[in-house]
């Protein structure tokens, strides 16, 4: 070995550590590197394949170190060297107290590093290096210890995690069942809600039945009082043989005992209504004379209203289709969309009457019409209307513009539910100052 | 006499017309029949200088009989029509509106036809 080349690698040696310690200009380092470099470090990503990816592993050690102002410094200890001169290699093995100061304190590290050189256009240059910092782990070539302490480690994560699944299972399972007891709860208050919101709309309507039942009741005792006073006559008539006039009382007396009869079946009907109305749905679909229902329960609102505040009034407009049919529901709580609907537009032309005074007639209309197959249902009334901007709230259950006590915020809300399960729909068309429509549509079952 | 009856229940009608049939075939009475407030307004209008009594329900969809009476009272007829007013049962505060805005009478239903044919001065 020639003294200049054994120099050389002397020197190649030291610049190598430096190059590895970051001390070295990054511009010079190509000198001392060969284009086919190879080797590992300790820490994963330090691998390099050639000249560019080794370029890449010190960049990064480089900026490191002037991050984290690292200063490096080492001891040397004894080292092993071969070199073969005839094939311009030289191989170096070294150990290390590596010493690396920096801004978090000093650690030391001992450090182990092979290098193999090659004797290349007169310089020697790194081919292949290897440096590792060996674990702490004594009579274990196999690291089995790092293995079982990793394994351990692991064990103990997932017995942790187990551990913390169970406790999130445990919380879940109380909060489920806190779930499901709210749901219970409220299911509960909704029941009442909607007992209390139809005992609402019953106390409204008391007065008008006393008025509904009252008005039949006086023609009931008139025509009858009439029809036996009428029986006299007959009597006083026979005596005078004027048997004209006999005739004609008898038909006035047949015509009385039928209006006796119209009046006590209406009465009928207004207090079953109320008894249906009080009582939870049957849910039984029955076939029903809407235009019977509809002008039953306008009248009810009406009057119940008037008995509230005498000052209300409204002209009634009833626009009942002769030719339609019976339809197939549930009476009682189709009674109750009408009380719905109906008080709701009372209830706007009032407020608009108590702003425009005199100068405003307040109309609520009901009408009913067969169309095309379908059943059409529409109160309308020229009250204020409803704000564009609250009027897809309307249908959500305790959304009420009424003042506190004045409405449970449920009427609409259950009168969509309703017309929902009467495979129905409901619309609304609205004007502000004009008035507001309700059009209800149910498809037409044949009896 | 001329009686105008304003009630929105037209059964009514048939009650007063079996209830005076004697007074109304000897022409004692003459009755007319409205079924709303308004077309009662209607009638006391194409009146020309008629004697008129005019017997009201109160409770009566759109134009009210209160309403109605207040109309009446404003348009100083001649000559001044007698104006009655009915009412349900017990209802007090109409009574006392009725008072005041000038009805003549007041009766509660069901009509007592006695009282108001003594009323009528028809017994």
Known sequence: MSLDKDYLLQ??????????????????IPEFIAEEVSGFGTTQDERAHNFQEFMKILVLQYQQSQEMGIEVSFVEKPFHQWQNLSKDLALLVQEFDLSIKSKVGVNTIDFRLSSLFEWKQDSWKLIHWH???????EKDAWHVTEWQKKND???????????????????LQKAKEQIEDTLKELKETQDLLIQSEKMASLGELTAGIAHEIQNPLNFVNNFSELSNELLEEIQEEIENKDFDEVKAICQDL????????????????????MLQHSRASTGQKEWTDLNGLADEYLRLAYHGLRAKDKSFNSELKMDLDPNLPKVEIIAQDFGRVLLNMINNSFYSVNEKKQQLGESFQPVVSVSTKLLDGQIQLKISDNGNG?????????????????????????????????????GGTIKVESKIGEGTSILIEISQKKE | MKILVVDDEVDVK????????????????DFVF???GKEALQYIDQLNHEAILILSDINMPGMSGLELLKEIKQKELVPKPIVMMISAYGDEQNYNTAKSLGADEFLTKPVDFKLLKEKLQLN
């Open chain 1, 11 to 28: 020197k190649s040696k030291e610049e190598i550590l430096k190059i590895f310690t970051s001390e070295y200009p990054l511009e010079k």
């Open chain 2, 34 to 36: 409205a079924f709303s």
């Open chain 1, 131 to 137: 440096g590792s910092t060996p674990v702490n782990v």
């Open chain 1, 153 to 171: 480690e692991l064990k103990q994560k997932v017995e942790e995690q187990t551990q913390n699944l169970m406790l999130k299972n445990e919380q």
């Open chain 1, 386 to 422: 409803i704000p564009e901007e609250i009027r897809h709230k309307i249908f959500q259950p305790f959304f009420t513009t009424k003042e506190t006590g004045q409405g449970t915020g449920l009427g609409l809300s259950l009168s969509y539910d309703i017309i929902k399960a009467h």
């Open chain 2, 14 to 29: 048939t009650l007063f017309e079996q209830r005076f049939r004697k007074e109304i075939r000897s022409k004692a009475v």
């Open chain 1, 254 to 273: 047949k015509g009385n005992l039928e209006k006796i009869n119209h009046h006590g079946k209406r009465a009928d009907s207004i207090v079953k209504g």
